[in-house]
């Protein structure tokens, strides 16, 4: 009877440490984080791969076409400045008197033209009369000649006076032609953003080859668009006229509306493992333009297609595109499911089939020792 107990006894006892290793030696369940397949709008797009750049509808870097002393600057940077407004001014009162001048001598011309061609009228009507009085033989040959020649002479002359007049009126445009390369007026409305060169210093037009800063920076103010890189293999899929949402660091949380205005005809490739294709989105609201400043750095969404009611999941969620990790609440696993994916953004993918709306998949795929067939309990953090 003592043996049966005593074996009994060391039975239980190797029983308790069977239990106690299998307890302790057992694999816990994975935290992971998971997401629920839901039902909703769904949306295919395509987005900058570098920070784009709000843009001015119109900016101009401006300087005058010959070099010389400024005699005139009536701006400061950040006015406002209407189109034709006077921004720069060279010393030009040699070309201004010059320009005086010209006129004056035009002037002159004028009025020796008007001489000349009244007495050239006169010789015509005195050889008109001398004629007719030869016709009556009441003057000789020789003086109707002698009135006819007198009178072509004047003519001849009056028409060179007139061309005298013609060419002072050309050397009056070209007087103000010379003087208005001294002067720089705003092309168009704006705000002048920068300027080179103070009261009475000299500026030089660049030479061939030679860049030189601008003079005047002036950018308008009341029109803008943003330019952004896409990744060439985005690129091929954009089109004008697509539906774009803009977003700016400088106004967190808010979205600007846009449509796609135009792609560039030409890849670039400034970095060479990073082609990218420029492209520029308008902004549907001119009301957005009180907030805008030319060189805000921008994001832009381009949405290629949407679908209003589909099934979707996070697009971290995918393992190679094709396959995720579904977890069971009953079984307290996950398992691989294969899947069919349809409309895409870096956010959330379509399923199109392999899930059911309310089932729940795993957001965390990385997370370390996940498998399929694993236990798992949710509640772990999110990558």
Known sequence: MRQTMRWLVVFVLAAVVAVVVWVMTRPQPIAIVVQPVVRGKVEQTVANTRAG????????????????????????????????????????EDLAAQLTLAEREEQAARAQAAATCLSAAEAERQA????????????????????????????????????????????????????SRTRLVAPFAGVVAK?????????????????????????????????????EV??????VGMTARITLDAFKGRQFAGSVRRIAPYVLDLEKQARTVDVEASFVNEGDFNDLLAGYSVDVEIILAARADGLYIPTEALLDGRRVYLYSPEKKTVHLVDVTTGLANWAVTEIVAGLSEGQQVVVNVDKPGLADGVAAVPGGDRP
């Open 53 to 92: 750049t709000v843009e001015a509808c119109r900016r101009a870097k401006l300087s005058p076409s010959i070099g010389g002393q400024i005699g005139r600057l009536p701006i400061h940077e950040g006015d406002h400045v209407k189109a034709g407004d006077l921004l720069l001014e060279i010393w030009n």
């Open 128 to 179: 008109t009369r001398t004629d007719r009085l030869r016709e009556r033989e009441v003057v000789p040959e020789e003086d109707a000649d002698r009135a006819r020649t007198q009178a072509g002479a004047l003519r001849a002359q009056c028409e060179a006076a007139r061309a005298a007049v013609t060419m002072s009126a050309a050397r009056i445009d070209v007087a103000r032609a010379s003087l």
């Open 195 to 231: 300027i080179e060169g103070e009261l009475n210093e000299y500026v030089t037009p660049s030479p061939v080859g030679v860049q030189t800063p601008p003079a005047v920076d002036l950018i308008e103010d009341n029109c803008f668009y943003v330019t952004a890189p896409i990744d």
């Open 234 to 239: 985005d690129a091929a899929a954009v089109r």
